[in-house]
């Protein structure tokens, strides 16, 4: 294996020592991720998407994790072969091996990111809805050997459990023991089926036909509630930042939805668990969310976050009406 691409201009080199790049072909850089050099390949006969894992992330805090992550994602991948029940994945081009880089379907436009569509108050029930189907599809697929090792659950560990909760841990002791109590029951949860790992609206792409579910790399096998608890942490701080205070608006519905969707093993308590403790983790972990800038929303982000990470709430309903609680 090569040494680590850093920047687009050494991306565009592999990409030409390789043949996979012509002279007519360039390259068009996405930006908005922290885990990889992500670019478009225009100008040949289709354009398509190259992807680069970065072995440090681009965030403040040290944030170091096995570029090997790229294998597993074009493992995924070439599984699905693009359809994940009523939502579509990118279908796998080609993995390099010795880049660590894959080539991917580009989705065309029109496109819209679900993220950016929920800070704008759009939140498109049928696409929580389709995503709530397509997690209970995916915990129920019976896991390739390649990704039931030790070694996709330590990618895991490093992009999620250690960044997350045991940094949001660190930095605030009154969470400690709640926070590491979930990472031991997450990692003793039984290892059955797949665990995208990175459910959340940014890697969700929204289509005029379906949803579009992006950035596969920390798929493992492991505790699936992990999922189900990660999408439901990020509606419930999208309508802290709308400052939704009612149960019927819109968003909570769509989240309602999402919730209600979901037919895999996911257990409802242990669901809730993570939806707290990724709200936290958010709050203080080594990727804090970006749109909670004032005082009051941060401060019921943090007491509904630890409310339901200790086990206070036991169901969806409940977990909502929390955002009726100013």
Known sequence: MQSALTNFDDLMLALRSTGRVGDTQHLRALTGGVSALVAVIEGGDEPWVVKA??????????????????????????????????VRTPRLLFYDRSHVLLG???????????????????????????????????????????????GPRQLFDELRLDPYYRMAAQRRPELRRDLLSLVDDTINAPQTGLVHGDLSPKNVLVTTMAPVLLDWEVIHVGDPAF????????FMLKALHHGVTRST????????????????PAGVDQ?????????LARLYGKSPVDYLVDEVSR????????????????????????????
């Open 227 to 234: 999922d189900r608890g990660m999408m439901g942490a990020h």
């Open 53 to 86: 894992p970065l072995d440090q992330l681009s965030v403040d805090d040290e944030w170091l994790a096995d570029r090997e992550r790229g294998a597993n994602e074009a493992t995924i991948l070439e599984l699905l072969e693009g359809q994940l029940g009523p």
């Open 104 to 150: 991917e379907e580009f989705i065309a436009p029109p496109t819209l990111n679900y993220k950016d569509e929920l800070l704008a108050g759009r939140s498109h029930p049928e696409v929580a809805r389709s995503l709530g189907v397509a997690l209970g599809i995916l915990h129920g697929i019976d896991p390739p050997l390649t990704l039931s090792g030790p």
């Open 299 to 326: 401060q019921r982000a943090h007491q509904i976050g630890t409310m339901a990470l200790s086990g206070q709430v036991r169901t969806v309903d409940g977990l909502l009406a929390l955002l009726d609680n100013e």
């Open 249 to 264: 608006h819109h968003l909570v519905e769509s989240a309602r939805q999402f919730w209600l969707a979901y037919g895999g």
């Open 271 to 279: 669901s809730i668990r993570h939806t707290g403790g990724v709200m």
